[in-house]
């Protein structure tokens, strides 16, 4: 898809937003008062076909929507649509303190390609003593949210797929709460800092192969602190990350880093070699933008315009080859 004028990206993003929500395009609703096809979303995903190559769109109304949800590896291009992701909540509380491995941890486990969710709050309500708590654990490949918000402390956000993109989504964690080994880009979203914790890093991203298709890109984002605690902006120190693995792989491009980010920008991870990570930033604005003191590590960069190109949506998650099917909006290129 070409660069297209402000005018014209705003014709086509409220097109296809609209296309989207067309309650024509809706195989199923749900609705906790009985007036939908189902009650819960895991009657309506069960509905869906198997191994289907077409859209299943299902359209789940206001409501917070309790417990484990699963899109098994069967249930392919489903579609999760609400109205609006500030009343339309799915929320569970499993976590590390309460008896649950993190992969086990997950309000939501998504293992069918093409997945997408419009809308929608996925939240892990477990309190941030109790530690490990997954929001989404997101192990397919091609899948997409858009208008999302994300909630938990600690491993809030776990990507473990390929090809993951994220449009205009806020997502809320404290410790290393976007991580894992999936290869993703976050397009326009926002990234929130919690207390209880001071220190906060934003990603852990566990690339252990130099030949994994694996990495994560954050393209014009908003790294702060969450609203709530803004009387206490000035308690908070956030990291852009530290890497779970050896050949971690993260950039920060075009984005406004709040003055909660650290001079440094980056954390160790004790044991971890840092010969082979790859962080870079490009064009970053805002008071926590300024690289003078960034890391000294020969594996922290600097890019310029043209290496900045491979971490886009259209080189970086190969946009062309999936994601015009969403109706999402997006930019393939950079900004400038």
Request: glycine share 6%; hydrophobic share 40%; net charge negative.
């Amino acid at each position: 898809m070409a660069f297209l004028p402000f005018a014209a990206c705003l014709f086509f993003f409220f097109a296809n937003v609209l296309a989207l929500i067309d309650p024509t395009r809706f195989n199923a609703v749900v609705s906790l008062d009985g007036s939908g096809d189902f009650k819960s979303i895991s009657e309506a995903i069960a509905a869906a076909p198997n191994n289907s190559n077409t859209r299943f769109y299902i359209r789940v109304a206001p409501g917070t929507y309790r417990g484990h949800l699963e899109i098994p590896p069967n249930k392919k291009f489903i579609a999760l649509i609400g109205d609006n992701a500030l009343t339309t909540i799915i929320v569970d509380n499993r976590s590390h303190g309460t008896g649950f491995k993190t992969f086990d941890s997950a309000t939501l486990v998504v293992k069918g390609d093409n997945f997408m969710a419009q809308n929608l709050s996925f939240e892990n309500s477990a309190e941030p003593q109790n530690g490990q708590a997954v929001a989404i654990l997101d192990r397919a490949k091609f899948t997409t949210y858009f208008q999302c918000r994300f909630l938990s402390f600690q491993d809030t956000l776990y990507t473990k797929g390929i090809n993951q993109f994220f449009k205009n989504c806020d997502i809320y964690g404290t410790v290393d709460f976007i991580f894992g080994d999936g290869l993703a880009v976050f397009q326009d979203c926002n990234i929130y800092a919690r207390l209880p914790l001071n220190e906060i890093t934003v990603t852990a991203q566990s690339k252990d192969q130099s030949w994994l298709k694996s990495g994560f890109s954050f393209q014009n984002c908003t790294v702060t602190v969450s609203p709530e605690i803004a009387s206490r902006k000035a308690d908070v120190k956030i990291f852009l990350g530290r890497p779970w693995r050896q050949y971690s792989t993260v950039v920060f491009m075009e984005s406004f880093l709040d003055d909660n980010v650290q001079p440094q920008g980056w954390e160790l991870w004790e044991g971890v070699p840092i010969n082979n990570l790859f962080y870079a930033e490009f064009n970053n604005r805002g008071p926590g933008a300024d690289t003078t003191h960034r890391v000294n590590w020969p594996t922290f960069h600097i890019l310029n315009k043209q290496l900045a190109r491979n971490f886009t949506v259209e080189n970086f998650i190969n946009e062309s080859d999936w994601l015009l099917e969403t109706h999402v909006p997006f930019r393939t290129g950079l900004d400038g």
